[in-house]
T-cell receptor, first 111, second 114 residues
């Protein structure tokens, strides 16, 4: 079992829909990242959070430390949001440097 | 300002060849990370540098993989005697301080071993 699990693996939505991507982790963490990866490989960091909620434009990320669960929400989705979204945990044991990644959620937003 | 850059962006190697992948982190960033991302998978940790010191290399899959950062800035990931299973995107990331917080990723190098 992976230490970081995402769902769904694939998601297709129509433009304007509200989207939720879930991330569960089984290790203690000091922070969790949400990353966006476009075709071609480049990764952009969307959020880093250790508690509560963060919002940036149409993107919202929440985390519940007790339940070991985080969600990424996209409001009013647009085709340009099509990408792979990856959550990555920073474990709070061992080497603080390691990120442990989920396998990603491939989002396709259609017109 | 310039972000993290990697070169080459694409590399095709014949099985058995040696390859060297370069990462230029953001100037002044102390921490540097290498990750390997197989097709359809999330990235996996390979190794971590704090300045020139390689503090964690537990993710390197075999002794054919070697990384260095001799002056605490540019880093090179070398793969000797490449195998088909080495085909992946190799990602480099850097962060200003110690540890993994707020990492900035490069565009990656896509390695294909034929």
């Amino acid at each position: 079992k992976n230490e970081v699990e995402q769902s769904p693996q694939n998601l297709t939505a129509q433009e304007g829909e509200f989207i939720t991507i879930n991330c569960s982790y089984s290790v203690g963490i000091s922070a969790l990242h949400w990353l966006q990866q476009h075709p071609g490989g480049g990764i952009v960091s969307l959020f880093m959070l250790s508690s509560g909620k963060k919002k940036h434009g149409r993107l919202i990320a929440t985390i519940n430390i007790q339940e070991k669960h985080s969600s990424l929400h996209i409001t009013a989705s647009h085709p340009r949001d099509s990408a792979v979204y990856i959550c990555a945990a920073v474990p709070n044991t061992g080497t603080a440097s390691k990120l442990t990644f989920g396998t990603g959620t491939r989002l396709q937003v259609t017109l | 300002g310039a972000g993290v850059s990697q070169s080459p962006r694409y590399k095709v190697a014949k099985r058995g060849q040696d390859v060297a992948l370069r990462c230029d982190p953001i100037s002044g960033h102390v921490s540097l990370f290498w990750y390997q991302q197989a097709l359809g998978q999330g990235p996996e940790f390979l190794t971590y540098f704090q300045n020139e010191a390689q503090l964690d290399k537990s993710g390197l899959p075999s002794d054919r993989f070697f990384a260095e950062r001799p002056e605490g800035s540019v880093s090179t990931l070398k793969i000797q005697r490449t195998q088909q299973e080495d085909s992946a995107v190799y990602l480099c990331a850097s962060s200003l301080g110690v540890g993994a917080l707020e990492q900035y990723f490069g565009p990656g190098t896509r390695l294909t071993v034929t």
